[in-house]
């Protein structure tokens, strides 16, 4: 998967863009939103990709590290933004100690951990008590006509643009990852066992896109 995020790295950005018509940016913001860091705080960024996420934490003021396993991708974030530090490391192993940071999110990540409740566990672990976890993540509508769009988009439309992109492969995973990944409650549960507490997610696009947050129990 390493490899395959890495051969991507040049068009990530761009094919975002083409695929959410810009709106990434947006979710990206409510994410940062939530995960509430001022000046002052320390936040991390798991599975930080080109950094779009870390960028909208240190809009805020925050002191903002992004992790990432893929060099290719991080080298896209480290041009876009010098000032943030961003790392290469595992999102299941995740190199910092207990209660490091004020809050710690992922975007579009997640459904990437090998094993989304050690992931989320780490997490946790990382975020001081009181201290916020956001998860961005695509979601599976259910309620046609919605479902019959996304269903059209992510089988036939998101594996064409990646022929557009030479990488068809990524792009036939994108589906495949979403269609795998819990719906918003069971994450809330997941989210909930991993040490979490006043879980609160919100459903936009349509219900395509899912924000989660929790603050890490005491």
């Known amino acids: 998967m390493r490899a ?7 068009v990530y950005d761009r094919m975002n863009s083409v695929m959410t018509a810009g ?12 995960a509430r860091v001022r000046p002052g705080s320390r936040a991390l960024d798991v599975a930080t ?7 909208e ?3 805020r003021g925050a ?3 992004g ?4 060099p290719a991708m991080l080298g896209v974030a480290r041009a876009k933004a010098p000032w943030i530090s961003f790392q290469r490391g595992d999102a299941l192993a995740l190199p910092y100690g207990d209660a490091e940071f004020d809050a710690v999110t992922v975007g579009f990540g997640a459904r990437n951990f090998a094993d989304l409740d050690r992931g989320l566990r780490e997490m946790v672990r990382v975020t001081r008590p009181g201290g916020r976890v956001v998860v961005l993540e695509i979601t599976t509508p259910e309620k046609p006509p919605l479902s019959w769009f996304f269903k059209a988009w992510f089988d036939h439309a998101v594996p064409v643009l990646g022929r557009l ?7 036939v995973y994108l589906p495949s990852s979403v269609r795998r990944f819990p719906g918003p409650e069971e994450l809330a549960a997941r989210m ?7 879980l609160r997610w919100i459903l936009t696009a349509g219900g395509i896109i899912a924000l989660h947050g929790g603050t890490r129990r005491p």
Do not use: C, K, N, Q
């Open 67 to 70: 992790i990432d396993f893929a």
């Open 49 to 55: 990709g080109t950094g779009d996420l870390a960028i």
């Open 63 to 65: 002191s903002v590290t």
């Open 23 to 34: 709106l990434h940016h947006r979710w990206r913001e409510r994410a940062a939103d939530l």
């Open 57 to 59: 934490l240190a809009r």
């Open 192 to 198: 909930e066992a991993a040490g979490l507490e006043d």
């Open 4 to 10: 395959m995020f890495d051969r991507i790295a040049w």
């Open 165 to 171: 992109a030479a990488d068809p492969e990524a792009y």
